[in-house]
């Protein structure tokens, strides 16, 4: 890792890194805001730390299960229009993603400059395939 | 005087239209109160009244209403994706999809004949204890409309306890159900995880989330339970096993023979050095409640379970690590908004950007701490750790249902605090949960009853069971209820209504 807080304590550095590993554009008020917040969350969750825990296996599910079978029949699926029908853009009926190869950049988080002006013409660009 | 279908109990509801009313009439008397007052209460995100009367009188034509749920209509917290009605879970992600199939809890409840009312507002992905992270709009405690209704099932808990709805669909990852409904003077009941499908539920926690009813009375929870309870094979976590007689128990239970019962009263929830945190008016409700149990002959002892203590912090980093896994679906690519595909930004640039607008800010904070709480080098510390909390927890259900049936407690520490005083303290808003938690995290049933009021509103009494004996709540909180109401005589939400309509004659 990158970055190394203190125990219970985040730094609006660290806040940045991992809102850009959640992919989240967060925008420098709400790095102020949440590196406050968290750290006082991660003051209270800390507390884990106190517990008596050697030996103590670590319980994933309420319900301990294995292997769930089912029998291997065919079902009929979703119609691809229908799936199709939620989507923000389709084309050829296929979803259409924006471009996943390319040009990078250093700082592989989108601007905050770009969001605004974009929530605007988003919605029309439904499934034409976009504003090309 | 006619009757005021909106105040009825469903088996009331039944009788009535065995005895002439219509499904439409009880669908139009509910759409009315809904049309008059949720633009002030907030309980829905969503009501299609058409579409309502159109199903009310296809049941009505068909012969079948008042046979089993047919013709009763209900709510459904917008959780739960409904085929061809819009479905956001309180989110701005989603605004306007209209998803492809039902989840398994509605397409029982439809398959039931039931009516489908409308999506109740919630916290965005049922995040929160008090609703206020909706992005859409606030919700109303009808007890007080200053005050929080809960969450995240906030939209359900308000629908019913202020008569636009007979019951509701309510989801509990941490609590969500019965903090709710205990701030709103319902029954509510987060079954045995595992117990109700969750296909078809929009992901929070999925170790935990798990489905339930919120209903006026404790009979009408066990109808709603047993409608949507039982084996699924769409959902792999599923229990296999029949679906409970819970009806029959919550009858058995009223009728307030408790002998034989013995009663753990957990001392880590409110007890002696615990109670930081906890209104004195809850815990003498609380205790009220107790001796209620005791006189009926329940056997009553003090139990200890240490490793509670800790519950909130290991569900605090366990939920969140979970929500940022499963909210990465929420990409811009197959549902919902995409923000900023201009041509020249790339995938990653596009899904921040969709992320960054479509989460509020409680979404955004607990992926940011799931994913410090998963990544290398903390993973153990954090999320590692909580898992073995959650172990311990576990073990102190397991030693203290060893000695007695059921263990009890306050649901909530808090009667419901007003709107807006915890919004900007995270850490403040999730001890609203300090109760619930512990059942949650063992999996483990959990009702919450009403067990009379402070500072005149409503308190939750608590009722946990081992797994799988859904039965045995609502056989206490039946027999609680029964006692509370003979000695009232009415039922508890009927006290609403009459000190509305009191106000508003003292005031003339």
């Known amino acids: ?132 | 005087m006619t009757t005021d279908l909106t105040t009825l109990t469903v088996p009331e509801l039944q009788a009535a239209l065995k005895d002439g009313a219509t499904a439409e009439g009880i669908t139009r008397a509910f759409l009315d109160r809904i049309a008059a007052e949720d633009e002030a209460l907030g309980a829905y995100l969503h009501v299609d009244p058409a579409a309502a009367i159109e199903r009310a009188a296809a049941i009505d034509g068909a012969g079948t209403a008042g046979t089993g749920l047919a013709g009763i209509p209900v709510a459904v917290k917008d959780v739960v994706v409904t085929e061809g009605v819009p479905t956001t879970s309180g989110s701005k992600i989603l605004e306007g999809w209209k998803p492809p199939y039902d989840g398994t809890v509605a397409a029982r409840l439809k398959s039931a004949g039931t009516v489908l009312l409308g999506k109740t507002n919630m916290d965005e992905f049922a995040m929160g204890s008090s609703t206020e992270n909706s992005a859409y709009r606030v919700t109303r405690n009808p007890w007080d409309p200053e005050r929080i209704p809960g969450g995240s099932s906030g939209g359900s808990s308000a629908a019913v306890a202020a008569g636009l709805a007979p019951w509701a669909i309510g989801t509990d990852t941490g609590g969500s159900i019965r903090q709710p409904a205990a701030l709103t003077g319902l029954v509510g009941h987060k079954p045995t995880y595992g117990s109700v499908s969750r296909y078809g539920l929009i992901a929070f926690s999925s170790s935990l989330d798990q489905a339930g009813p919120m209903a006026r009375t404790v009979l009408d929870a066990a109808l709603l339970h047993e409608a949507i309870g039982g084996h699924d094979p769409l959902d792999s976590t599923s229990i296999d096993a029949p679906v409970p007689v819970l009806a029959e128990c919550a009858r058995r239970g009223a009728e307030g023979d408790l002998s034989g019962l013995t009663v753990g009263i957990v001392r880590e929830l409110g007890g002696e050095g615990h109670t930081d945190g906890y209104e004195q008016g809850v815990l003498a409700r609380v205790a009220e409640a107790v001796a209620l149990l005791e006189s009926m002959g329940a056997e009553v002892r003090e139990v200890s379970c240490p490793a509670f203590d800790l519950a909130l912090p290991a569900y605090y980093l366990i939920a969140p690590s979970e929500a940022s896994s499963n909210l990465s679906r929420f990409d811009g690519v197959r549902y919902g908004l995409r923000v900023g595909d201009d041509g020249n930004r790339d995938l990653d640039e596009v899904m921040a950007l969709t992320r960054e607008q479509g989460f509020g800010a409680e979404v955004k904070r607990r992926i940011i701490l799931g994913t410090y709480a998963l990544s290398s080098g903390y993973y153990e510390a954090y999320y590692g750790q909580a898992q073995k909390v959650r172990t311990l927890i576990s073990r102190d259900f397991s030693a203290g249902f060893a000695d007695v049936d059921v263990l009890v407690s306050p649901t909530t520490p808090t009667v419901a605090f007003p709107l807006g005083s915890r919004v900007d303290d995270p850490v403040a808003m999730y001890a609203a949960d300090l109760c619930t938690l512990p059942a949650s995290l063992a999996g483990v049933p959990a009702i919450s009853v009403p067990c009379g009021l402070s500072d005149d509103l409503p308190v939750g009494f608590q009722i946990m069971a081992p797994a799988l004996a859904d039965d045995r709540c609502y056989q206490v909180a039946a027999a609680l209820e029964a006692a509370q109401d003979a000695a009232r005589g009415s039922r508890f939400l009927d006290q609403l209504p009459r000190r509305d309509a009191a106000a508003v004659g003292g005031a003339a």
Request: proline residues 8%; glycine residues 6%; negative net charge.
């Open chain 1, 1 to 132: 890792m990158e970055f190394h807080p203190s125990m219970s304590t985040l730094s609006r550095k660290d806040v940045a890194h991992l809102a850009r590993l959640a992919r989240l554009a967060v925008t420098d008020e709400e790095l102020d805001l949440y590196a406050g917040q968290l750290s006082a969350v991660l003051d209270a969750v800390a507390q884990v730390q106190k517990a008596p825990v050697e030996d103590v296996p670590p319980t994933t599910h309420a319900v301990p299960m294995t292997n769930v079978f089912r029998e291997d029949v065919a079902r009929p699926s979703l119609p691809p229009e229908v799936v199709l029908a939620g989507a923000p853009a389709a084309e050829d009926g296929r979803f259409r993603v924006p471009r996943i190869l390319g040009r990078r950049r250093d700082d592989s988080r989108a601007s905050i400059a770009g969001s605004a002006s974009d929530r605007g013409a988003e919605r029309g660009a439904e499934s034409r395939g976009g504003m090309a």
